[in-house]
């Protein structure tokens, strides 16, 4: 279970990226995530995995704060929390199963030397990881000579093989062909059916959270507007959350 | 992108690329070392080496013609390497000691040690080195205002101020070098790049910081593996980008200031090898490291004795060469980051 409680993030400049933000996410949910632009997802998603440090504010996690961690603790738990960049992130030059295996870094020390890091289980890890998005076969290609579904496929793999308590990825289908986005939602669903893991997903086309999403939060300008089921996301409601961004722009 | 001769980056590929790097280093080191006014045949080179020969050739080959062979194969791999280490820490194409004001800083320092200082141990030069390599990088970085590194490093902004920096740092090199008294400045024209009158001094001052930093950087191919995945992802993964980064930086700056002192600023050899590295053995940096070191070697020494080779008695400095390769290739990799 994720608590987020009075979750607070000012940038430098002043802006309220997240406005006093309070929300339960139970165990296994599949979350959207949606709001304009600029309204606070991303910055959400990044407090959560802390790549964004919160101004104030907690965020239990399994019964921990993370809000405050540091050092050594913060790194044990962001291993923890998978990630998948819209971007992808992968080293394009390496192989899909040398990216994947990027996943067990955070359980090694980054001083490790230069040869035999992983272990046999690192590697079993990671190849069950590409087995899961059906790209056993690629496991030795370069990655650059993927698709981008395909790469973004391995990006999720990856995230899987850090064998994460909680999954988050921000807009993972932005940057591919609209027809793609069923590939990458499916795959994200199959797996949090299968292990249970929540999944919170940044998404700017409804549709697919409607199909997708089990719950959903919508964010405008750094507040909580709205949440709960999906099946709630009337277009009413959609008008709404849409609209006040629309009218501050 | 494709992977160049249709072949896949594997530890086998990178074991004979390196093997064969290896055995074309050896056999140009015999050549140059029976280069000079009097051609010592390979054979007697080869025998001079493990003992044998006649007592003059020993002299020549082992006391003459060895330090310089040795200063120049050191100094390239160091170059290379930090070109490497930096490449990977910056996450930038561009990144080179020559470039990033690294090389120019370890010059000056240089300079003005030995010019402020002639008794000074012969030890002492490389820490000055070191210092000023650590001034112009810390420059370069101020300027670029990336100096916290929180957002990363921004790439082509970074190469920009670098290349002003160590033109202007350069150029008060040029300056000090001028206004020193006769003889004492020409002696120190190593410095803009040759490893012309490389001595067994000289040799002895860089060897034992090559004998360290070597190893060290092969040490950290790991660590500059993860950090190229770049801050965010490495960061979200649960590795410690910060110390990490400082720790590859610290050696990377650290190899070219050593290097500096034996060599000059050697152009582009921080930048080339380590790019052709990459295409000959992949990115993975266990594999790159030692193959940019092999090349960056190779390289130095070639430069060199094509240098002494050329146009007898004339010596052209081995910067010359290393430039004349590097400028194109810069300007390539310019055209294509931008």
């Known amino acids: 279970m994720i608590e987020v409680r ?13 406005n006093d933000v309070n929300v339960t996410i139970p165990d296994g949910d599949f979350v959207a995530v949606i709001g304009l632009s600029g309204a606070g997802k991303s910055t959400f998603l990044r407090c959560l995995n802390r790549l964004v440090d919160p101004t104030s504010g907690s965020i239990l996690v399994g019964g921990q704060d993370v809000a405050p961690l540091s050092g050594r603790k913060l790194q044990l738990y962001r291993r923890t929390v998978g990630f998948v960049f819209q971007q992808f992130n992968l080293v394009t030059r390496l192989s899909v199963l040398d990216n994947v295996l990027h996943g067990r870094l955070g359980y090694h020390s980054t001083f490790s030397g230069m040869l035999g890091l992983y272990t046999e289980d690192d590697y079993a890890r990671a190849r069950d990881a590409i087995r899961l998005v059906g790209l056993s076969e690629k496991e030795d290609t370069r990655v650059s000579s993927l698709s981008g579904g395909q790469q973004q496929r391995v990006a999720i793999a990856r995230a899987i093989a850090q064998d994460p308590q909680l999954m988050l990825a921000d807009e993972p289908m932005a940057s591919l062909d609209p027809r793609l986005s069923d590939v990458i939602l499916g795959l994200l669903r199959g797996y949090n059916e299968e292990k249970g893991v929540s999944v919170l997903i940044n998404i700017h086309v409804l549709e697919h959270a409607r199909r997708y999403c089990k719950n959903f939060l919508a964010f405008n300008r750094g507040r909580l507007v709205a949440s709960g089921p999906i099946a709630d996301l009337t277009s009413e409601l959609e008008t709404e959350i849409y609209a006040g961004s629309l009218d501050a722009l | 992108m494709t992977t160049p001769l249709g072949a896949r980056y594997t530890n086998a590929r990178a074991l004979g690329v390196a093997g064969v790097l290896a055995a074309l280093t050896v056999v140009l080191a015999v050549l140059a070392l029976g280069l000079g006014a009097v051609a010592t045949p390979a054979a007697q080179v080869w025998a001079a080496l493990w003992g044998g020969g006649d007592d003059l050739t020993r002299q020549l080959v082992l006391d003459l013609r060895l330090p310089r062979v040795g200063v120049s194969l050191l100094c390239g791999a160091m170059f290379a390497a930090s070109g490497a280490m930096m490449q990977g820490v910056i996450r930038n194409p561009l990144a080179s000691p020559d470039i990033i004001g690294v090389g120019a800083g370890a010059g000056l320092a240089a300079t003005v040690f030995l010019l402020a200082w002639p008794a000074a141990p012969p030890g002492g030069l490389p820490w000055a080195a070191l210092a000023g390599a650590w001034g112009g990088f810390g420059l370069v970085l101020l300027l670029s205002r990336e100096w916290r590194g929180a957002g990363g490093l921004h ?70 593996d993860v950090l190229n995945l770049g801050e965010d992802l490495a960061t979200g993964l649960g590795t410690r980008v910060g110390p990490a980064r400082l720790l590859s930086l610290g050696v990377g700056v650290a190899l070219a200031g050593a290097a500096v002192t034996g060599a000059g600023i050697l152009g ?50 081995a910067g010359i060469f290393t430039t004349l390769v590097g400028a194109p290739y810069f300007l390539y990799l310019l055209k294509r980051t931008a």
């Open chain 1, 6 to 18: 009075n979750l607070t993030k000012a940038f430098p400049d002043g802006t309220l990226a997240l």
């Open chain 2, 268 to 317: 582009f050899v921080g930048l080339l090898a380590p790019h052709l590295a990459r295409l000959l053995v992949g990115a993975k940096h266990g594999r790159m490291l030692p193959v940019s070191m092999l090349l960056g070697a190779l390289l130095v020494l070639a430069a060199d004795t094509l240098g002494r080779a050329l146009l007898p008695p004339l010596e052209v400095p």
């Open chain 2, 155 to 224: 790439p082509v902004r970074l190469a920009l101020v670098g290349v002003a920096v160590a033109a202007a740092l350069g150029a008060v090199q040029q300056l000090v070098l001028v206004r020193a008294p006769d003889g004492l400045g020409s002696a120190l024209t190593f410095l803009t790049g040759t490893v012309y009158g490389a001595d067994a001094g000289r040799l002895l001052s860089v060897l034992p910081w090559a004998l360290v930093l070597l190893p060290a950087a092969l040490l950290l191919s790991r660590t500059l």
